[in-house]
T-cell receptor
Framework: KAGVTQTPRYLIKTRGQQVTLSCSPISGHRSVSWYQQTPGQGLQFLFE???????NKGNFPGRFSGRQFSNSRSEMNVSTLELGDSALYLC????????????FGPGTRLTVT | GDSVTQMEGPVTLSEEAFLTINCTYTATGYPSLFWYVQYPGEGLQLLLK?????DKGSNKGFEATYRKETTSFHLEKGSVQVSDSAVYFC????????????FGSGTKLNVKP
């Protein structure tokens, strides 16, 4: 079974631009979560989608948004990029059953200059 | 609020040494507890989990026991290998909180031949 895939793997953007990252979950997984990983803050939860609905949200500004499509694929968008948004963005998928074992993708490395 | 505290790294050991990485948590109710491992350039992989007090999770020679009385979930391995070199994350999923995970800051393990 194919794992979680994320595209692109690397991205360089300029301050003020916006960016869209994509995540394809494992086949059959309907929940997709997004995390931001930085050396200073570690792994921080952004949001989680299930059946095209945002079910949970972390403490990030409104510049960070996401959506999920009917095939469970998810995108996250960051508008008006800031230098501090440079991070590894990880996507994880899971089945809807508890406990929620999450399977992570390799991440998208975003660099904002 | 819910949180996870891990011992600071890096931890440097010789091959075949005994490993302990401490993890304590703060949470209301009975969360599920996890250890994830991140190899260089890769996303996180689930290593083991425990869903209730006194449960022992185990995988690939690693073990951790859910201790409610000490709110701990320490990771142990009797004999580490060079291939175990990675960053280890302790995480909790609060009850009824879907896929919102709280991660520790990670502990880097270096194993020398």
């Amino acid at each position: 079974k194919a794992g979680v895939t994320q595209t692109p793997r690397y991205l360089i953007k300029t301050r003020g631009q916006q960016v869209t990252l994509s995540c394809s979950p494992i086949s059959g997984h309907r929940s997709v979560s997004w995390y931001q990983q930085t050396p200073g803050q570690g792994l921080q939860f952004l949001f989680e989608y299930f059946s095209e609905t945002q079910r949970n949200k972390g403490n990030f500004p409104g510049r960070f948004s996401g959506r999920q499509f009917s095939n469970s694929r998810s995108e996250m968008n960051v508008s008006t990029l800031e230098l501090g948004d440079s991070a590894l963005y990880l996507c994880a998928s899971s089945l809807p059953d508890s406990p929620y074992e999450q399977y992570f993708g390799p991440g998208t490395r975003l660099t904002v200059t | 609020g819910d949180s996870v505290t891990q011992m600071e790294g890096p931890v440097t050991l010789s091959e075949e040494a005994f490993l302990t990485i401490n993890c304590t948590y703060t949470a209301t109710g009975y969360p599920s507890l996890f250890w994830y491992v991140q190899y260089p350039g890769e996303g996180l992989q689930l290593l083991l989990k425990a869903t209730k007090a006194d449960d022992k999770g185990s995988n690939k020679g690693f073990e951790a026991t859910y201790r409610k009385e000490t709110t701990s979930f320490h990771l142990e391995k009797g004999s580490v290998q060079v291939s175990d070199s990675a960053v280890y994350f302790c995480a909790l999923n609060p009850p009824d909180n879907f896929n919102k995970f709280y991660f520790g800051s990670g502990t880097k393990l270096n194993v020398k031949p």
